[in-house]
């Protein structure tokens, strides 16, 4: 599986973005994906996640009301709608696929249980 992502970039406060996160067919919807983002000096933080199973979705309660994950199954991506954005949503974002785990595991496990990772986008928010 490989991940392809795209969509960051710079915005001012309050301002809106979409991150996209292409992938290979995985040959079955048994997966799930996460977006992450990193902040030097901290740790991974998740932030969104879907499964492709039954499309069910979870948010970490910092971008709740705020971020918003879909799929398009015709293009096999994944976005991630972010408005209202703030200073502290500055970082690097990562989107990262696992087979076969439930949602309210994926953001705790190590990076390397996942299998495979995106390339990565800064968004960069400021006043």
């Known amino acids: 599986v490989q991940l392809v992502e795209s969509g960051g970039g710079s915005v001012q406060t309050g301002g809106s973005l979409r991150l996209s996160c292409r992938t290979t067919e995985f040959g079955h919807d048994n997966y799930a994906i996460g977006w992450f983002r990193k902040v030097p000096g901290k740790e991974r933080e998740g932030i969104a996640a879907l499964s492709r199973k039954d499309l069910s979705t979870f948010y970490a309660d910092s971008v709740k009301g705020r971020f918003t994950i879909s799929t398009d199954d015709a293009k096999n991506t994944v976005h991630l709608q972010m408005n209202n954005l703030r200073a502290e949503d500055t970082a690097a974002y990562y989107c990262?696929?696992?087979?076969?785990?439930?949602?309210?595991?994926?953001?705790?496990?190590?990076?390397?249980?996942?299998?495979?990772w995106g390339q990565g986008t800064e968004v960069t928010v400021s006043s």
């Open positions: 990262a696929v696992r087979h076969a785990l439930p949602l309210i595991y994926l953001w705790g496990i190590p990076e390397t249980e996942f299998d495979a």
